[in-house]
């Protein structure tokens, strides 16, 4: 995880100073690191260019293949989820005295 990080991080830092201190435009860099990264993998994963996923609900997911039962499993984990991370901060900012702003908010 670490190791991801930091190839970002060095990743983010080419593209800025490409941009920043070269003057190039930021579409050009973006599109031309793109290009040369997905070479970089090619390089690593061989001539096949994708990983090989065995787990069948990934599979499925990607496929469009979830039973229905499935989806609506999945989108009421997705949708708890972030309805818990959203009253777990709202519940903070009140313990900590801080203004709680409502967690939807009207145009």
Do not use: H
């Not at 997705?78 to 991370?85: E, F, M, T, W």
């Amino acid at each position: 995880m670490l190791l991801a990080v930091c190839v970002g991080v060095v990743i983010g830092c080419l593209t800025g100073f490409a941009v920043a201190k070269l003057g190039m435009p930021s579409f050009v860099v973006t599109l031309a690191l793109f290009i040369a990264w997905q070479g970089v993998i090619l390089q690593l994963i061989g001539d096949g260019g994708t990983l090989g996923l065995r787990d069948e609900t990934l599979i499925a997911v990607a496929n469009g293949n979830l039973s229905t039962f499935g989806s609506w499993v999945l989108f009421v984990v997705g949708a708890g989820g972030y309805a818990a991370v959203l009253l777990n901060r709202q519940r903070s900012r009140r313990k900590l005295g801080l203004v709680a702003q409502p967690p939807v908010s009207c145009c």
